[in-house]
Protein backbone atom coordinates (compact mmCIF):
# COMPACT_ATOMS: atom_id res chain seq x y z
CA UNK A 1 0.00 0.00 0.00
CA UNK A 2 1.40 3.23 -1.16
CA UNK A 3 0.54 6.22 0.75
CA UNK A 4 1.43 9.93 -1.61
CA UNK A 5 1.16 13.46 0.35
CA UNK A 6 1.03 16.45 -1.83
CA UNK A 7 2.44 19.84 -0.77
CA UNK A 8 2.98 23.32 -2.22
CA UNK A 9 -0.12 24.51 -3.58
CA UNK A 10 -1.38 28.05 -3.10
CA UNK A 11 -2.52 31.17 -4.80
CA UNK A 12 -0.52 33.01 -7.23
CA UNK A 13 -1.20 35.26 -9.81
CA UNK A 14 -1.44 34.85 -13.27
CA UNK A 15 2.21 34.43 -15.38
CA UNK A 16 3.57 33.11 -11.75
CA UNK A 17 4.96 29.57 -10.59
CA UNK A 18 4.73 26.96 -7.99
CA UNK A 19 6.58 23.76 -7.37
CA UNK A 20 4.53 20.75 -6.45
CA UNK A 21 5.86 18.12 -4.27
CA UNK A 22 4.18 14.57 -3.43
CA UNK A 23 5.78 12.61 -0.89
CA UNK A 24 5.40 8.77 -1.53
CA UNK A 25 5.62 6.29 1.52
CA UNK A 26 4.60 2.38 1.89
CA UNK A 27 6.25 1.15 -1.12
CA UNK A 28 8.93 0.94 -3.39
CA UNK A 29 8.91 4.37 -4.85
CA UNK A 30 11.27 3.49 -7.84
CA UNK A 31 8.39 0.60 -8.99
CA UNK A 32 6.16 2.92 -9.96
CA UNK A 33 5.37 5.27 -12.69
CA UNK A 34 3.73 8.79 -11.13
CA UNK A 35 1.26 11.33 -12.00
CA UNK A 36 -0.10 14.53 -11.69
CA UNK A 37 -4.10 15.09 -12.24
CA UNK A 38 -5.97 17.85 -12.07
CA UNK A 39 -9.79 18.74 -11.19
CA UNK A 40 -11.15 21.87 -11.42
CA UNK A 41 -14.50 22.97 -9.88
CA UNK A 42 -17.44 21.55 -11.99
CA UNK A 43 -15.23 19.78 -14.30
CA UNK A 44 -14.03 15.93 -14.55
CA UNK A 45 -10.41 15.09 -13.11
CA UNK A 46 -7.58 15.22 -15.99
CA UNK A 47 -4.14 14.33 -16.35
CA UNK A 48 -1.48 17.10 -16.42
CA UNK A 49 1.51 15.05 -16.69
CA UNK A 50 3.33 11.64 -16.03
CA UNK A 51 6.58 10.36 -15.36
CA UNK A 52 7.89 6.64 -16.05
CA UNK A 53 9.70 4.90 -13.26
CA UNK A 54 12.90 5.96 -14.63
CA UNK A 55 12.47 9.03 -15.24
CA UNK A 56 13.47 9.07 -18.91
CA UNK A 57 10.21 9.02 -20.11
CA UNK A 58 7.46 11.93 -19.94
CA UNK A 59 4.03 12.96 -20.94
CA UNK A 60 2.02 16.07 -21.14
CA UNK A 61 -1.11 17.02 -21.76
CA UNK A 62 -0.90 19.39 -23.99
CA UNK A 63 -2.78 21.93 -21.93
CA UNK A 64 0.61 22.16 -20.02
CA UNK A 65 2.91 21.47 -22.15
CA UNK A 66 5.91 24.14 -22.33
CA UNK A 67 4.88 25.50 -19.12
CA UNK A 68 4.73 22.20 -16.66
CA UNK A 69 8.13 20.25 -15.75
CA UNK A 70 7.55 16.58 -14.39
CA UNK A 71 10.28 14.94 -12.10
CA UNK A 72 11.10 12.78 -9.62
CA UNK A 73 13.45 11.68 -7.10
CA UNK A 74 13.91 8.20 -6.23
CA UNK A 75 16.18 8.54 -3.75
CA UNK A 76 13.86 10.81 -1.81
CA UNK A 77 10.97 9.17 -2.62
CA UNK A 78 9.41 12.32 -4.37
CA UNK A 79 7.62 13.54 -7.51
CA UNK A 80 7.51 17.26 -8.61
CA UNK A 81 5.91 18.92 -10.81
CA UNK A 82 7.23 22.74 -11.80
CA UNK A 83 4.47 24.73 -12.97
CA UNK A 84 5.63 28.59 -14.92
CA UNK A 85 3.47 30.96 -16.60
CA UNK A 86 0.73 29.95 -14.68
CA UNK A 87 -3.30 30.74 -16.23
CA UNK A 88 -5.99 31.13 -14.02
CA UNK A 89 -7.52 27.90 -16.14
CA UNK A 90 -4.94 26.16 -14.02
CA UNK A 91 -6.92 26.66 -11.12
CA UNK A 92 -7.58 22.92 -10.04
CA UNK A 93 -6.99 20.86 -7.03
CA UNK A 94 -3.74 18.71 -7.91
CA UNK A 95 -3.73 15.13 -7.02
CA UNK A 96 -0.46 12.77 -7.09
CA UNK A 97 -1.05 9.12 -8.49
CA UNK A 98 0.76 6.11 -8.62
CA UNK A 99 0.64 3.51 -11.12
CA UNK A 100 2.34 0.20 -10.49
CA UNK A 101 2.12 -1.19 -14.37
CA UNK A 102 5.06 -3.51 -15.76
CA UNK A 103 4.49 -0.49 -18.98
CA UNK A 104 4.62 3.06 -19.10
CA UNK A 105 0.43 4.45 -19.76
CA UNK A 106 1.12 8.18 -19.49
CA UNK A 107 -1.91 10.02 -17.97
CA UNK A 108 -4.32 7.06 -18.37
CA UNK A 109 -5.91 7.58 -15.04
CA UNK A 110 -7.94 4.13 -14.88
CA UNK A 111 -3.93 2.96 -14.74
CA UNK A 112 -2.95 4.29 -11.20
CA UNK A 113 -3.61 2.92 -8.25
CA UNK A 114 -2.96 5.04 -5.34
CA UNK A 115 -3.94 8.82 -5.14
CA UNK A 116 -3.28 11.47 -3.02
CA UNK A 117 -5.60 13.82 -1.31
CA UNK A 118 -4.50 16.66 -3.40
CA UNK A 119 -3.67 20.09 -3.23
CA UNK A 120 -5.28 23.29 -3.93
CA UNK A 121 -4.02 25.53 -7.00
CA UNK A 122 -5.66 29.21 -7.50
CA UNK A 123 -4.72 31.47 -9.99
CA UNK A 124 -5.60 34.87 -9.61
CA UNK A 125 -5.91 37.20 -12.84
Known amino acids: QVQLVESGGGLVQAGGSLRLSCAASGGTFRRYHMGWFRQAPGKERESAAA????????YYADSVKGRFTISRDNAKNTVYLRMNSLKPDDTAVYYC??????????????????WGRGTQVTVSS
Open 51 to 58: ISRSGLNT
Open 97 to 114: AADGSTGFNGGLEEEYDY
